[in-house]
C-alpha cells in the first residue's frame, strides 16, 4: 500500500484546435475521416470486458448521407442487461476497495489519451456518426471530455480533502463511500462528451456502471469504450449495452442493487423513469440516486441598448450551431422593436453566409439533424408555421432528406408570444423570435419567466447595466446557465459548471463536485482518543 497525501496535476482547460485550412490538425482529421468511411465497422457490445456480438444488427449511416454504412452494431436484449449487471456487481468491490490515486491515474491517462492519439478517432467518429463539423467535435467530442475526465480527478481530490472539525481527545473524519449497488447510465446522441461523462464519473466515485447509450451515437460510444480499455479501466467497471430504452428500464428499475441514474435525455422519459423509480421504491436495498438533466427551451433576450450586430451574432451561433441539436440552443428570442431591422437584416446576412452540407467539407457550418423522425417533426413544424397567417418565416424554411437529413436554419416570427414554438422544445435548426415593443422590457422579462416548463440556460444582451440586473433577479429562476452578453451555449467545465431545474432536470451540475457527490455515501467516523471510564460527569460533583 502507498502512503501520502497526493496531489493530481492541476486540471486545466484543453486548448481548443481550429483546423484551419491546411494546417496539420486538418490534415490529419480528414484522413481519419476517409479511413472511417473506407471501412465497415463491426461493432459488439461490451460486458465485463467481453465482446459480445449476437448476430441482429442494425447499421449505422451517417445522418447527412444516409445511404452511406459506416458499420453495424449488434443489439442486444433482456439477458444482456441482466449480464451488465451481473459483471458491474462482480467488478464492485475490487473497484471500490481501489485506492483513489489508482483509480484517479486511469482518468488522467484517458486525457491523455484523447489529448493524443484518440482525438482523430473521436472527433472524426462523431462528425460521422452525428453529423458535427470539426469544430463542433473539436468542442465536445476531444475538449469537453479532457475536461471531465482532468476536473474530475480535481473534484475528487478537493472532496475527498472535505473533513469535520476535531475537538481535543477525538478524531473525526468522513470517508465518502460508492454506493452500494450499480449504476445505469442512460446517454443521448448530441454529445460524445456527455455520453463519456455520464458513465465515467460514477466510476471515478468506486462505482460500477451499466452504459445504454443513443442507438445514433454507438459509432463514437465504441471509441470510448476502446479509449477507456486502453486507459486500464478493468473489466466490468463499465459495462456498454445496445438495447431499447423500455428493455433496459423493465431489468433495471426492477433490480434490488439500482443505486442510481445518470440520464440525459427527454423530459418525458427522466419523468417516467422517475415515475418508474417510486413505483419500485420498497424493493432497492438503498434509495437511488436520480440525476437528470433534461429538455430547455432556451432563450436570447435582446434590451432596447444592446448592440445590434451582437445580438445577431448571438442568434446565429446560439441557435444554429450543430443545426440546434444542443440541449443550450437558443430556441425562442424576444427582441425590441426599435433593434428589429437591424438584427434582421443582420441575421439573414449570417444564414445566407452558412453553407449546409456533409462533414467532409470542412467549409460547411450547417450539417444534418439527427435521423428522419427529427427531421420529419421539424419538417411538420415549418409548414404549420408557412400556414399561419399570424407566423412569418424570416429566414430559411426548406428542407431535404434524399441525400441526408438537411434542414435550413429557419426563423420564425409570431404575432403571439404563446404560439407552440415559443413554448414547447424542437431540438433543431428552428428559432421562433417575438418582437417586442421596446418600451416592455419588464413585461417581456415576465412573459420569459411563465412561457416554458424548462430552465436551462438563458442570455440577455444589453448595454444598460440596470437592464442586466433586472434580468437577473427576474429570470432568477427561468436558467440554471445564464449568460450575459453572451449566446447561451459553450458551457466550459471548471468554468460553467452545466444543468438546470424546472423541467430541465436536477441541477446536479456536470463539471463540478456537486455532481460528484451525487455518487457517493458519506460515512462519519469518531475516534475518541481518551475514552472515559466512568459514567459520571462533573455537574454531581
Known amino acids: 500500500m502507498a502512503y501520502g497525501t497526493f496531489t493530481p496535476p492541476i486540471a486545466k482547460n484543453e486548448p481548443v484546435r481550429n483546423y484551419a485550412p491546411g494546417s496539420a490538425e486538418a490534415v490529419s482529421l ?8 473506407a471501412q465497415t465497422l463491426d461493432i459488439p457490445m461490451f460486458i465485463g470486458g467481453k465482446e459480445i456480438r449476437t448476430g441482429k444488427t442494425k447499421t449505422i449511416n451517417p445522418p447527412h448521407d444516409h445511404k452511406h454504412v459506416l458499420g453495424q452494431f449488434h443489439e442486444g436484449d433482456a439477458s444482456h442487461v441482466q449480464m451488465a449487471i451481473d459483471a458491474a456487481l462482480a467488478a464492485k468491490p475490487k473497484w471500490e476497495a481501489l485506492p483513489w490515486e489508482q483509480r484517479a491515474a486511469i482518468f488522467l491517462k484517458m486525457a491523455d489519451l484523447l489529448a493524443g492519439p484518440y482525438r482523430d478517432l473521436l472527433n472524426a467518429s462523431t462528425m460521422l456518426g452525428q453529423s458535427k463539423n470539426p469544430f463542433q467535435a473539436e468542442i465536445d467530442s476531444a475538449c469537453e471530455l479532457i475536461d471531465f475526465f482532468r ?15 476535531s475537538l481535543p481527545t477525538t478524531w473525526n473524519r468522513v470517508e465518502y463511500r460508492a454506493l452500494e449497488g450499480f449504476i445505469f447510465a442512460l446517454t443521448p446522441f448530441n454529445f460524445t462528451s456527455i455520453a463519456g461523462n455520464l458513465p465515467t464519473s460514477p466510476a471515478l466515485m468506486g462505482n460500477t456502471v451499466v452504459w445504454k447509450p443513443s442507438n445514433t451515437q454507438i459509432y463514437s460510444a465504441y471509441f470510448l469504450m476502446k479509449l477507456f480499455q486502453e486507459a486500464g479501466l478493468p473489466d466490468g467497471v463499465i459495462n456498454l449495452v445496445y438495447v431499447s430504452g423500455p428493455v433496459a428500464g423493465d ?12 440520464f440525459t435525455g427527454s423530459t418525458g422519459v427522466f419523468n ?3 415515475k418508474t423509480v417510486g413505483e419500485n421504491i420498497g424493493i432497492y436495498k438503498s434509495y437511488p440516486r436520480i440525476v437528470g438533466e433534461t429538455g430547455g427551451k432556451d432563450f436570447i433576450v435582446a434590451h432596447k441598448s444592446a448592440d445590434a450586430d451582437m445580438v445577431a451574432t448571438a442568434i446565429s451561433r446560439g441557435a444554429f450551431e450543430f443545426q440546434g441539436q444542443k440541449c443550450s440552443a437558443a430556441s425562442r428570442a424576444y427582441i425590441p422593436s426599435n433593434l428589429w431591422d437591424a438584427v434582421k437584416k443582420r441575421v439573414k446576412a449570417d444564414l445566407a453566409d452558412m453553407k449546409m452540407g456533409g462533414v467532409e467539407d470542412f467549409t460547411n457550418f450547417i450539417n444534418a439533424v439527427i435521423d ?8 411538420g413544424y415549418i409548414d404549420a408555421a408557412k400556414n399561419d397567417p399570424a407566423c412569418e418565416i424570416v429566414a430559411g424554411g426548406k428542407y431535404d432528406k434524399s441525400k441526408g437529413y438537411f434542414i435550413e436554419p429557419t426563423i420564425i416570427r409570431v404575432n403571439d408570444p404563446m404560439y407552440v414554438t415559443m413554448c414547447e422544445e424542437l431540438f433543431g435548426p428552428v428559432l421562433t423570435l417575438y418582437v417586442y415593443d421596446e418600451n416592455k422590457y419588464e413585461e417581456t422579462l415576465e412573459l420569459v419567466d411563465k412561457t416554458s416548463i424548462y430552465a436551462l440556460t438563458g442570455a440577455v444582451l444589453a448595454q444598460d447595466r440596470y437592464a442586466l440586473d433586472l434580468a437577473t ?13 453572451d449566446k447561451p451555449t459553450g458551457a466550459v467545465v471548471g468554468q460553467q459548471p452545466f444543468g438546470g431545474a424546472r423541467g430541465s432536470g436536477t441541477n446536479d451540475k456536470a463539471g463540478s463536485m456537486l455532481n460528484l457527490i451525487r455518487w457517493t455515501s458519506a460515512r462519519t467516523i469518531k475516534e475518541n482518543l481518551n475514552p472515559p471510564k466512568t459514567y459520571r460527569y462533573p455537574f454531581q460533583g
Open 251 to 262: 431489468v433495471i428499475f426492477k433490480h434490488r442493487d439500482f443505486a442510481g441514474i445518470h
Open 473 to 485: 433577479e427576474k429570470l432568477r429562476h427561468a436558467a440554471g446557465n445564464f449568460y450575459l452578453n
Open 151 to 165: 476536473f474530475n480527478v480535481q473534484y475528487m481530490t478537493q472532496l475527498y480533502q472535505q473533513q469535520p472539525e
Open 372 to 379: 428522419e423522425k427529427s427531421f420529419d417533426k421539424l419538417a
Open 272 to 274: 417516467n423513469i422517475w
Open 30 to 37: 480528414q484522413k481519419q475521416i476517409e479511413a472511417f468511411r
